[in-house]
């Protein structure tokens, strides 16, 4: 079965750091991408960064650029968001996702297709 | 970055009853597009990839079409276990996007 297991949130003042980890099992890790979704109280779904399967692509939306940095460990079935510099508008669930889809020539095709439980960030002073 | 605009915003509807909920995107994303179930408290569960495609394991009552901007997912006969807020996400391109969400309320 595949699984996903977010950890690290936890309440962090403005200005503060915080890790993320996403354990993986139930598949062959190293050969999919995954990608973190967020989801503030009360609102929609935000994409917000990708790696690719050996962990040399990454792409993160401009509301986390230079902030947020994805990471792997293929040999331990891990992601890790490295978050800096939180902001209270970064306040939601994280959620990572494996991806799954098709390439077509040069170009890739990815949807998530198995999300994990989600873990809490709260900034707040 | 694409836009992805869902319609409507809130659905009343009974049990049996077939809906259909909308998502227009800002440019061609050709058939990339995901549909996603989500209940309070819980992660999204993958409903439709690729338009059209029903993940293993979702009813058939669950049904995407379109192509290009316009998109639609049909529920042919309300189940009690269909009420949920319904997303759709492009991945035509990066950044992937989302619709601001449906919710399917019981009438």
């Known amino acids: 079965e595949v699984q996903l297991v977010e950890s690290g949130g936890d309440l962090v003042q403005p200005g503060g750091s915080l890790r993320l980890s996403c354990a993986a099992s139930g598949f062959t890790f190293n050969v999919y991408s995954i990608s973190w979704f967020r989801q503030a109280p009360g609102k929609g779904l935000e994409w917000i960064s990708y790696i690719s399967h050996p962990g040399d692509t990454k792409y993160y939306a401009d509301s986390v650029k230079g902030r947020l940095s994805i990471s792997r460990d293929n040999a331990r079935n891990l992601v890790y968001l490295q978050m800096n510099s939180l902001r209270d508008e970064d306040t939601a669930v994280y959620y990572c996702?494996?991806?799954?889809?098709?390439?077509?020539?040069?170009?890739?095709?990815?949807?998530?297709?198995?999300w994990g439980q989600g873990t809490l960030v709260t900034v707040s002073s | 970055d694409i836009q992805m605009t869902q319609s409507p915003s809130t659905l009343s509807a009974s049990v049996g009853d077939r809906v259909t909920i909308t998502c227009r995107a800002s440019q061609s994303i050709i058939s990339w597009l995901a549909w996603f179930q989500q209940k309070p408290g819980t992660a999204p569960k993958l409903l439709i990839y690729q338009a059209s495609s029903l993940e293993s394991g979702v009813p058939s009552r669950f049904s995407g079409s379109g192509s290009g901007t316009e998109f639609t997912l049909t529920i042919s006969s309300l189940q009690p276990d269909d009420f949920a807020t319904y997303y759709c996400q492009q991945y035509n391109s990066y950044p992937y996007t989302f619709g601001q969400g449906t919710k399917l309320e019981i009438k």
């Open positions: 996702a494996r991806d799954r889809g098709h390439c077509t020539g040069t170009s890739c095709y990815r949807y998530p297709d198995s």
